[in-house]
């Protein structure tokens, strides 16, 4: 068995394409489904089903390929460490964020990039907590932010990093006096852009505002906080976004709902148990 027929085989589970497999990994069709005939002869099992096209994995190969994607990354971290030991800390770090951390995390990647020249980031901040543990179990990311609420994080190891404070930003003509108190039932009658409903930030809002009998019914939605603080921007908008996010940008006016001002649950740092 090589580590080379194992890069194939998780190239296509990954691709679910022969052709798009053996395109990744920079070989033709004819010789990536040789390699994965091979590493099946030498397994005993079948690991992919075969017809005029992939037709996915057998159950063998379901549970195989989470081996494969282990030794993998394995050899990689063996790779980096021996790496490190000569000239420093070097590789490729990928982080899954949740939306509302995303800042928070440039700072962090900021810092290590600073410190380990060597070091390569890969962010994807547009994840929701369960994709992020799912993916590190996968071996798809080494590393994340998540948000605890109670989430599966068996075998995985956490560390409390911040506790997160939401603030409403608003155009300069929404607000009568940023200094002022405002309260939940003000704050709604803005007209209001916000998250998608299912995403935590936007959960959060609604269970708050859920809290003092109100309902939340923004005029329009959106899948990332960059698009809400550009509508903001506008002068026409306002959105209640983590107060994170204003961490390294220039910021628009901001300031908490005074019954908002409460701790939420904070953002962890998720990654695999492996060395």
Known sequence: MQFRQL???????RERHFARAASACYVS???????IRKLEHELGVPLVLRGSNFEGLTPEGDRLVLWARRILADRDALE????????GLTGELRLGVVPGAATRVALMADALCAEHPLVRVRIESSLRSVEILDRIRRFELDAGVVYDDGLQTDGLELTRLY??????????????????????????????CLLHKGMRDRDRI???AAEHGLAVSPRLEADSVATLLALVGTGRWAAIVARTWFATAARPRARAPSSCRRRRSAPQWPWSGRG
């Open 7 to 13: 890069e194939y085989f998780v190239a296509l589970a």
């Open 29 to 35: 069709q004819p010789a990536l489904s040789e390699a």
């Open 80 to 87: 980096h460490e021996v790496t490190a030991l000569r000239s």
């Open 163 to 192: 506790e997160e404070r939401y603030v409403l930003v608003a155009g300069d003509g929404l607000l009568r006096d940023a200094h002022d108190p405002i309260d939940w039932s003000e704050a709604l009658s803005l007209p209001m």
């Open 206 to 208: 609604d269970e708050a």
